[in-house]
């Protein structure tokens, strides 16, 4: 994938939340696990193979955990109806928005030493697709079209369709396919389930916005979904758009060697993403709806692992939907890319609530991620293991932070008990219990350990030339660091070559030798988000950031979405305080068409607005409605260039707006994460 084609499909702020031959997608038993094989080459020219010591982790690994356990591989192929005869979706573009052929590598039936064995197990488990059926003659699910699962409730008269994947491409076809093989029906409700773009952005595949005014389709979402939908990466979605680069591997390879699966599915796909309203809003803890026939109670699980989701229990068929609360791995406590930290406790205490409601009762149990798992007693346990797992990291690290473990130390100290460790569904393929512990501590004691000399600490590049002063300088560094590559400790490895490069970021020895050592440690990591950090900061040190990032910040569903007050929010962000310097005005903002007034005051060189008031004294008001501000959010227009077509009114002194803009420092998410990457400009 190119970085222009990548990021154009993974806009601010909508980030989310991430998979053979047909014989195994359609249907067959997993393949038998043979000797280690590894391919003939690495994708990239200083690529390395696995060290022996990598190797002898992976063999480790596959005699220590319990491979003998297929039930996973049995309930992942359950109810196979068919695949299509193609593995790829186009985009309307002309592009390829889908692609489960580049990941038949995982297929060959051998397991690859680069690859943690327990990963590769998930992934290959990922790998299914098609059609599926959940509940004989009433649910249905098509997978492996996307990062997420698109479900179909056949309902009196049509479908009621619940989490429409990433983009209108493969929720299309996946209705297309669908229909075809279960007899042609309108989609009469959607449901999204949370505010992840992995679960509304193909919403226009299935739907058209028209039906939906004129009333003939409902649109169900929990409590808060808009808001959330949008704002979640919002104020700090530029730096969120660049470390996803490193937590979804982007655009590291399919390959052994680089991106195998994202745990929860493949990858995102990367077609048009749109989001439709909600109609319907379910506000209760418990709520019931009966929609073409179908009786639904919706369980609001807020700020679990979305700041807006629901579970979904149907009476009717005994069937609980599970959203992305219970996915049988470990998720983000604190996702990569960046986000709130979340509760796990809470997380903990809302699947124990549906565990007594409706696990204790279900014959099935599915959700927008993996494969359902049929029989009460096989739902309940894997309810119990993922309720168990999160509420022991919440409880067992503040038992550890009590004692004075800290922040910087928990990461080391902080297991699962072996009970909860040999069960898949408590295997960290999404989050870790590395950076997960370390969240936890975060969210209740913050990111401080204590000792002062880290409590307001010098700037790695500051520091790190006096580390390779009092190391005896680079070729110590280095020739030690080789040593420690050799001997397989790869981490004490990047201590001291992570000094060094941040010392001299042109050297390029020292920049290929840490990516040797994040290569092998991102191997040997079960947790896809890890692994795909380690790799692609290994990608970045050997080659640099490719050149020509561009983005699209929003879709145009996106912004449209996007309350004003939140918009206004992130001008203040974009302010830059040395332009803006002593300047100072008030403006008043007016939309008659939404009844909206807000007063934007800059002063002390920030931006501040207020919802509901107007400055009797403003510099400016402008008057404009929504509609006609939307364009100016999407940057295809300015507030001159509206009113110059009667779009925007403007009294008082119109250059306050001309200050504010020219105060204004447009984002490029092309920063360096890793020191020595990013390419010296061209003279001009």
């Known amino acids: 994938m190119t970085v222009r084609r990548a990021l154009r499909h993974f806009p601010l ?104 064995p327990s990963l590769q197990r998930q992934a290959v488990l990922n790998m299914g697709y098609g059609l599926y059926e959940v509940v004989p003659g009433r649910i249905w699910q098509v997978r492996g079209f996307d990062l997420s699962n698109i479900s179909f409730v056949k309902g009196d008269t049509g479908w009621i369709v619940f989490d429409p994947l990433v983009s209108k491409e493969t929720a299309a076809a996946a209705l297309a396919f669908a229909n075809e093989k279960l007899g042609a029906r309108p989609v009469v409700a959607v449901v999204y389930s949370h505010s992840h773009v992995d679960h509304f952005g193909g919403v226009r595949g299935v739907i058209d916005e028209a039906d939906v005014k004129a009333g003939k389709v409902q649109v169900i979402a929990p409590e808060g979904f808009m808001h959330a939908a949008v704002a979640e990466n919002v104020y700090a979605g530029n730096a969120m758009l660049r470390r996803a680069f490193y937590q979804y591997g982007l655009l590291l390879p399919r390959s052994p060697f680089g ?138 690290v503040l038992h550890l932070a009590n004692q004075g473990v800290t922040i910087n130390e928990v990461h080391n100290v902080y297991k699962l008990p072996p009970s909860l460790a040999r069960q898949w569904a408590a295997r960290s393929y999404h989050g870790s219990e590395q950076h997960n512990s370390r969240a936890v501590i975060n969210r209740y004691l913050g990111y401080w350990d204590g000792n002062p000399t880290t409590l307001t600490p010098l700037s790695p590049g500051k520091s790190a030339p006096l580390y390779v002063e009092m190391m005896g300088g680079s070729a110590k560094i280095l020739a030690r660091g ?48 890890l692994r795909n950090s380690f790799l692609a900061a290994a990608l970045e040190l050997r080659s640099g950031i490719p050149a020509g990032l561009t983005v699209n910040t929003a879709s145009p569903d996106t912004i449209r979405g996007m309350p004003t007050d939140l918009w206004l929010d992130y001008l203040a962000i974009l302010l830059d305080s040395d332009k803006a310097g002593d300047k100072a005005f008030v403006i008043n903002l007016v939309t008659p068409d939404t009844g909206e007034k807000f007063v934007i005051e800059l002063s002390n060189a920030t931006l501040t607005t207020i919802a509901g008031f107007q400055a009797p004294d403003a510099d400016l008001t402008v008057t404009i409605n929504r509609a006609d501000l939307e364009p100016v959010m999407m940057q295809k227009a300015t507030f001159a260039t509206q009113a110059a077509a009667g779009r925007a009114r403007f009294e008082g002194n119109p250059q306050v707006l001309e200050q504010l803009m020219g105060s204004l420092a447009p984002f490029s998410p092309d920063f360096e994460i890793m020191p020595g990457t990013k390419p010296a400009a061209t003279p001009k």
């Not at 094989?37 to 063999?59: A, D, I």
């Not at 418990?286 to 579970?311: C, H, I, K, S, Y």
């Not at 941040?502 to 020292?510: L, S």
Request: aromatic share 12%; glycine share 8%.
């Open 13 to 116: 702020v909508v980030l989310w939340c991430a998979f053979g031959p047909q014989a195994f997608a359609a249907g067959s038993a997993a393949p038998p696990p043979v000797a280690a094989v590894q391919p003939s080459g690495h994708f990239h020219p200083k690529g390395k193979l696995p060290s022996r010591y990598t190797v002898e982790q992976q063999q480790a690994l596959r005699k220590t955990l319990p491979f003998e356990d297929q039930r996973d591989f049995e309930e992942s192929q359950r109810g196979f109806v068919a695949a299509p005869p193609y593995r790829q979706i186009k985009s309307e573009s002309g592009g390829i928005a889908w692609n489960m052929a580049q990941y038949d590598f995982l297929l060959q039936g051998k397991d690859f030493d680069s690859i943690n």
């Open 259 to 396: 991106h195998v699966d994202q745990a929860i599915g493949k990858m995102g796909s990367t077609g048009s993403t749109g989001l439709i309203a909600p109609t319907s809003i379910i506000t209760g803890d418990f709520q019931e709806l009966t929609v073409d026939g179908v009786r639904m109670v919706f369980q609001n699980t807020p700020g679990t692992e979305a700041p807006a989701e629901m579970n979904t229990w149907f009476p009717q068929f005994k069937a609980f939907w599970a959203a992305e609360n219970v996915t049988a791995t470990i998720h983000n406590i604190y996702t990569l890319r960046g986000a709130l930290v979340r509760d796990p406790l809470l997380w903990s205490k809302e699947i124990n609530e549906a565990l007594y409601r409706f696990g204790v009762q279900a014959d099935v149990m599915f959700s927008a991620h993996s494969w359902p798992r049929w029989g009460t007693e096989r739902i309940k346990q894997v309810m119990r293991t993922q309720r168990d797992a999160y509420a022991n990291l919440n409880n067992q």
């Open 482 to 529: 080789r040593q420690l590559y050799d001997s397989g400790e790869y981490l004490l490895a990047t201590e001291i070559l992570n000094k060094l490069v941040y010392a001299e970021p042109g050297n390029q020895a020292a920049k290929d030798l840490l990516a040797d050592c994040f290569e092998q440690i991102g191997y040997q990591k079960e947790s896809s988000s």
